[in-house]
């Protein structure tokens, strides 16, 4: 097993899927599989987006709602209890899938937006003034982008941006050379919701930390391909939503380090992040409920937790090899097509195809593709930047998860193919 660029998403590269992986037996798990799209078996290709859900995690929303619903940590009665022990029990599933030092570490969110949001407006505003800068890369999703904009537009900051070459790689020459005394922040993605790209995280937090600036890694894409350790990555922030990882919507993780969460003030106030409240002031609670205002989506966290246990059945390192296996097969095949571009061909990259056919709108190609039950993305995927730096307006992309299969690979080489004889 390799550990790709020393990111401690640890992903087999020999591209062979292990034998013991079954994925007829994963795809049984996922009822929506069965299902036909305009006449043909669904072939669902659009994973980077969001991972359908295995009978399992449907189960325990359902079994939560059915004989546990109630609000948690405030009530006495069974019902309350049995919610608190399920929310919490996630939170610690989370942490153990992280290996985060401590519970308290783990935060519910509502998705890596709002986790980004939270730091961005927490520490962000605290430590950020007028002629700081917060470093960037160019391969990020607007939201890795538009808040840290936003702050500093308010405070007066800059926000610098580091580049990537022709293959979508992140120069590492010129993120180190971005970093300076004036840095505050750095925020990148651990792999890139267009290109799969993996960047050397570990490496990154390295540069930045010899410059003591903190980083945040959104690891939206990274956390279904691979085990994820925030201890080894010695990253400070590390976000994820968990319909990324056949989790449920409305639910997402932000881990922190203790000392970092602690000197935060609160994201939003209200109920169950306080520890007493009178007119004359308030006092919060301890991590991580200073951060939880409100009911939360406990049907959602344990959804969640559900997901992860199941992939941790699974294997993380046997979907990966899978999931490798067929990106080999995959680019094979689409590099066969003619007029085809593949956009992001790094030397370590996960499962994440996109590409653009020569005088054919990427629209063009996912609706004739959905004709087919072929279900992909087009557009430019929330990085608008990222496409002008390669030139073009948007990308079709198809992205893999474990239930994916060589024969769905080669129906979208047939596919695009039927879309290239409709523009003949």
Not at 156 to 165: D, K, T, W
């Amino acid at each position: 097993m390799n550990s790709i660029a020393g990111n401690a998403l640890s992903i087999r590269n020999d591209g062979n899927t292990p034998g013991g992986y079954d994925v007829d037996k994963v795809r049984a798990d996922f009822p929506i599989l069965d299902r036909q799209v305009h006449g043909h078996p669904l072939v669902y290709l659009d994973n980077a987006a969001t991972t359908q859900k295995p009978q399992v995690v449907l189960d325990a929303i359902s079994r939560y709602y059915t004989w546990s619903n109630a609000n948690v940590h405030r009530g006495v009665h069974l019902l309350s209890e049995s919610a608190t022990e399920a929310y919490e029990g996630a939170r610690n599933t989370v942490q153990g899938f992280l290996n985060a030092a401590d519970p308290s570490e783990i935060v519910f969110v509502r998705g890596t937006t709002e986790a980004i949001n939270l730091v961005v407006q927490t520490y962000g505003r605290r430590h950020v003034g007028a002629g700081d800068e917060i470093v960037i890369s160019e391969m990020e999703h607007h939201s890795n982008i538009v808040p840290w904009q936003m702050l500093c537009e308010e405070k007066g900051a800059r926000l610098r941006i580091a580049p990537i070459n022709d293959d979508g790689e992140l120069l590492l020459e010129e993120f180190e050379r971005l970093l300076n005394a004036k840095t505050k922040f750095v925020s990148v993605a651990n792999i890139s919701n267009v290109l799969g790209t993996v960047n050397p995280i570990r490496q990154l937090v390295q540069m930045a930390h010899h410059w003591n600036v903190p980083v945040l890694v959104d690891g939206a894409q990274a956390v279904l391909h691979g085990k994820v350790d925030v201890r080894a990555l010695d990253c400070d922030f590390y976000v994820f939503s968990g319909h990324k990882i056949y989790g449920p919507t409305g639910i997402g993780i932000l881990y922190g380090k203790h000392a970092l969460l602690d000197a935060m003030p609160p994201y939003q106030g209200g109920g169950d992040m306080i520890q007493s409240v009178t007119f004359e002031q308030t006092l919060y609670n301890r991590l991580p409920y200073k951060f939880e205002a409100g009911t939360p989506h406990v049907a959602g966290a344990v959804g969640l937790g559900a997901a992860i246990d199941y992939v941790n059945g699974i294997g993380l390192n046997a979907i990966a090899a899978h999931e490798h296996a067929l990106l080999i097969y995959a680019t094979e095949a689409l590099r066969s097509v003619p007029e085809l571009r593949l956009i992001g061909t790094a030397k370590e990259k996960v499962s994440v195809l996109s590409f653009v056919l020569e005088g054919i709108h990427p629209h063009d190609i996912g609706t004739i593709l959905d004709r087919q039950g072929i279900a992909i993305r087009s557009g430019h995927h929330c990085a608008q930047p990222l496409m002008q730096r390669f030139g073009i307006a948007a990308t079709a992309r198809a992205s893999l998860a474990a239930y994916n299969t060589t024969e769905e690979m080669d129906a979208l080489v047939a596919g695009i193919h039927k879309v290239m004889e409709v523009f003949a």
